[in-house]
């Protein structure tokens, strides 16, 4: 029997779905799964001065702190894709300023552009400093913060994946909030068949995928943004300027971690389509689909939709 459950946990809608032997068998996985995410919430969430990362942010300039081997690989992975984008992913992004980008209702008129640009002065990987021997976390310098948003919904549902895997469900979805990952396949089907979402109609996809321990994560500027003279600007920010990437609507990434599809939807947005395509057909098993503000269509050269 298949069962589904929706929660609301890391600030976003997270669906889950279970294949299991029995409606007993069903709750406990998706109870499982659910507290697995909150666990790592707790770790990694900003908003509470119990985290581990609210802790790091609040030494930032002034101590190392330790954490735990979990968070600490977390960062030394997060690092490792910031140097194969050039800087385009980088989790010290939460350094900005929030007052030259909410995003909200209010904002009616663009930042200026040399403040915007010094705004994300303290944007630099480089200066997150990790010591293997005492598993700490330092940032070099006072004012920088770090944050998840890039990757920590990929990673949390790819760790459910492997719990549940490992606990004996035999198939599933986790899917937070179009970061999803896929095991096993489902009742009396091959595959799983996963829809891909235009930003112009989040509710209808255009196209599907038919997958099977892959994971899919779209980043697109559907997700948050603000119209300002008629103009939409999108929540991705490039590092480089300070202001919202143009040209992209969304980046669609599949490929067989949800971890590492979230963490490059974003840069590939920053680096652009011939850039971006560019370094995608270099990766083995990782598949990319973009879609400009035209609304052409890109591919990387794997690619196989319905």
Same mark, same amino acid.
Request: glycine fraction near 8%; include cysteine; aromatic fraction near 10%.
């Given at each position: 029997?298949?069962?589904?459950?929706?929660?609301?946990?890391?600030?976003?809608r997270?669906?889950?779905?279970v294949?299991?032997e029995?409606?007993t068998?069903?709750?406990?996985? #998706?109870?499982?799964?659910?507290?697995? %995410?909150?666990?790592? &919430?707790? @770790?990694?969430?900003?908003?509470?001065? !119990?985290?581990?990362?609210?802790?790091?942010?609040?030494?930032?300039?002034?101590?190392a702190?330790?954490?735990?081997?979990e968070t600490?690989?977390?960062?030394?992975?997060?690092?490792?894709i910031s140097?194969?984008t050039q800087?385009a992913?980088?989790?010290?992004?939460?350094?900005?300023?929030?007052?030259?980008?909410?995003?909200?209702?209010?904002m009616t008129?663009?930042?200026d552009?040399?403040?915007?640009k010094?705004?994300?002065? #303290?944007?630099?990987y480089?200066?997150? %400093?990790?010591n293997? &021997?005492? @598993?700490?976390?330092?940032?070099k310098n !006072?004012g920088?913060?770090i944050?998840f948003g890039?990757?920590?919904?990929?990673y949390?549902?790819?760790?459910?994946?492997?719990?549940?895997k490992?606990?004996?469900?035999?198939a599933?979805i986790?899917?937070?909030?179009g970061?999803?990952?896929?095991?096993?396949t489902?009742?009396?089907?091959e595959?799983?068949t996963?829809?891909i979402v235009?930003p112009?109609?989040?509710?209808e996809?255009?196209?599907?995928?038919?997958?099977?321990d #892959?994971?899919?994560?779209?980043?697109?500027?559907y997700?948050?943004?603000?119209?300002i003279?008629?103009k939409?600007?999108?929540?991705t920010i490039?590092?480089?300027?300070?202001?919202?990437?143009?040209?992209i609507?969304?980046?669609?990434?599949?490929?067989?971690?949800?971890?590492?599809?979230?963490?490059?939807?974003?840069?590939?947005?920053?680096?652009?389509?011939?850039?971006?395509?560019?370094?995608?057909n270099?990766?083995?098993?990782i598949?990319?689909i973009?879609?400009d503000d035209?609304n052409?269509?890109y591919?990387?050269?794997n690619?196989?939709? #319905?």
């Open positions: 029997m298949q069962k589904k459950r929706i929660e609301k946990l890391m600030g976003n997270f669906d889950f779905t294949e299991a029995n409606e068998e069903a709750d406990f996985f #998706l109870e499982t799964a659910i507290s697995e %995410i909150k666990r790592i &919430e707790s @770790k990694l969430t900003t908003f509470n001065n !119990e985290s581990e990362t609210f802790r790091i942010n609040e030494n930032a300039g002034k101590q702190v330790e954490v735990s081997e600490y690989r977390l960062i030394e992975r997060s690092k490792k140097d194969l800087g992913f980088d989790i010290s992004y939460g350094s900005v300023d929030k007052k030259f980008w909410n995003f909200d209702t209010k008129k663009l930042p552009k040399d403040l915007a010094k705004s994300v002065g #303290l944007i630099n480089k200066n997150i %400093i990790l293997e &021997e005492k @598993k700490t976390v330092f940032l !006072e920088m913060r944050g890039g990757i920590g919904k990929g949390a549902a790819e760790k459910c994946r492997t719990l549940l490992s606990l004996g469900a035999k599933g986790v899917n937070a909030s970061d999803l990952t896929t095991w096993g489902p009742e009396n089907k595959k799983w996963i829809g235009h112009d109609f989040k509710d996809p255009f196209s599907y995928l038919e997958i099977a #892959l994971a899919v994560a779209t980043s697109g500027n997700e948050k943004f603000v119209m003279g008629g939409k600007y999108s929540h490039d590092p480089k300027t300070g202001f919202p990437v143009q040209g609507k969304s980046v669609t990434i599949i490929c067989p971690n949800a971890e590492i599809s979230d963490a490059l939807a974003t840069p590939v947005t920053i680096m652009g389509i011939e850039a971006g395509l560019g370094m995608i270099q990766m083995k098993n598949s990319c973009i879609i035209q052409n269509f591919y990387s050269k690619i196989n939709l #319905l």
